[in-house]
């Protein structure tokens, strides 16, 4: 431990014994305040918020002083949990917390959701489970299996259909056209896009045999 450190736990040691002047106090005035309901003494009253005014104006200067500010880089984290109480963690927490265990660390360390928020959670299950028993949803489940294997053979069948629609186009557009020639009238093989053979039969007359006059 450090020097800086060192001094640092002197002077939180001795906030905290303001800490518990402060607390003292404000008990004494509750009681007093309790106790003499019917009757009022605004000259004790005023004393004792004065005292606890000066106890807090004390622990406001500390917590606002450049001396706490290495309260923000201190790490306080159990090393170990048990189940036996700890007399010292009971008497530093008022006895609000005896020990550390596998109950409190969640709570206190934050390692689970907010309890609303574990309720919430633990009632949309028991809804679940009245709505659904095993059964149905075994039954469910196989329905559902069902239909995504019926759905996914339909697929299959429509992708092999339109897999052989485009193998047949391919086919039909790669094949050589017969075109018959203009004076011999043999059919010449042509790998000519069928574009170029149309223009090519209305400008020239490419291809197209003529008729015979009566």
């Known amino acids: ?101 596998h109950e409190t660390v969640p709570q206190y360390l934050r390692t689970k959701l907010d309890p609303q928020i574990e309720q919430q959670c633990q009632q949309q299950d028991a809804k679940l489970s009245a709505a659904y028993n095993p059964e149905q949803l075994t039954k469910l489940i196989n329905q559902m299996n069902k239909l995504l294997e019926s759905a996914l053979k339909e697929v299959n069948h429509m992708r092999q259909e339109v897999d052989s629609d485009l193998n047949a186009s391919e086919h039909f557009h790669s094949r050589p056209t017969p075109i018959k020639s203009s004076r011999s009238g043999s059919p010449v093989q042509s790998q000519e896009d069928p574009l170029t053979e149309c223009i090519a039969a209305i400008t020239c007359g490419t291809g197209v045999s003529r008729s015979s006059s009566k």
Not at 3 to 21: M, P, Q, T, V, W
């Open 1 to 101: 431990m450090d020097i800086d450190e060192k001094g640092f736990y002197d002077r939180l040691a001795a906030a905290h014994i303001s800490i518990n002047k402060l607390k003292i106090k404000l008990r004494d005035f509750l009681l007093r305040v309790e106790a003499n309901s019917d009757r009022t003494d605004w000259p004790l009253y005023l004393s004792l918020i004065s005292q606890c005014a000066s106890e807090l104006s004390e622990i406001r200067k500390f917590a606002e002083s450049d001396r706490f500010m290495f309260a923000s880089y201190v790490l306080v984290t159990p090393t170990a949990l048990t189940t036996v109480p700890d007399p010292n963690l009971a008497k530093l927490t008022e006895d609000r917390l005896p020990v550390i265990n």
